[in-house]
């Protein structure tokens, strides 16, 4: 009777006794990189190695005080913001909302038709000309940029050009994703605009806006400093 007695002791203390829940499987760990911020890059363009021959304006009438500069791997110029509404029409963008409005870009899409300025963000350069020549410099239709006002910064491509003595335009997605009023008939803003256009490096197709905020971040950390190891792509592609 005690080894029976025994038994349900020690059966009911078992039942008794607390339980540990099985450890729950450990989460993958998913390391994020940080985006490449606004001072960082301004830090990098705060001094102007010339590369045009001559100086541009900000508008029509202005004085020309505005150089392209260089790195080795880059160009880049401190400008205003004037509104690009041309190219696709859409409700924003059109003969009735931009009194300068055309129908047409320098670079169309992969379908052939004009680039949408409301959809895709996107910088003019100023026509080849005595002042400077992008192509000299491996900028093209599609090259990434990455355009920086106060602490933002968004990734475009180069897909309009514009006169050839002015600078400082981008089309109204881009303003609108950097906060700047996007309105083609006064928007824009008169100063703090930074254009960094990498050099050698486009986007096909040019319409494809994920890829060049994929390539835009990877060119920007290293353009700032940060190990092209990292990243297992060399420059250029």
């Known amino acids: 009777m005690r080894v029976q007695s025994l038994t349900l002791a020690a059966a009911s203390a078992a039942l ?4 540990t829940p099985s450890a729950a499987p450990p989460r ?41 500069c260089g790195t080795k791997d880059a160009v ?6 004037d509104i690009d509404c041309d ?7 059109n003969r009735r909302t931009d009194p300068h ?9 992969s379908d052939g038709r004009p680039l949408s300025a409301e959809r895709l963000p996107f910088i003019v350069v100023p026509a080849p000309s005595r002042i400077w020549d992008y192509r000299e410099h491996g900028v093209g239709g599609g090259s990434v940029v990455a355009v920086v006002h106060r602490d933002r910064v968004q990734y475009a491509v180069v897909g309009d050009t514009g006169p050839q003595d ?21 928007g824009g803003t008169p100063s703090g605009v930074t254009y960094i256009v990498f050099k050698n490096v486009r986007v096909s197709p040019i319409e494809d806006h994920a890829a060049a905020v994929t390539k835009g971040e990877r060119l920007a950390r290293r353009f700032v400093g940060d190990s092209p190891a990292l990243y297992g792509e060399p420059w250029g592609h």
Do not use: N
Request: proline content about 10%; aromatic content about 8%; hydrophobic content about 40%.
């Open 16 to 19: 008794l006794a607390p339980t």
């Open 101 to 109: 409005y055309s129908g047409s870009t320098a670079y169309a899409q």
């Open 76 to 81: 880049f110029w401190k400008a205003d913001m």
């Open 166 to 186: 002015i600078i400082g335009e981008a089309s109204y997605a881009t303003a609108k994703a950097l906060g700047v009023r996007a309105d083609p008939h006064g």
């Open 87 to 93: 190219g696709r029409p859409g409700p924003r963008c």
């Open 28 to 68: 993958p760990v998913v390391w994020r990189e940080a985006p490449v911020r606004a001072a960082d890059l301004l830090a990098k363009v705060r001094d102007c190695a010339p590369v045009s021959r001559g100086r541009y304006r900000s508008d029509s009438g202005r004085p020309a005080r505005i150089p392209v």
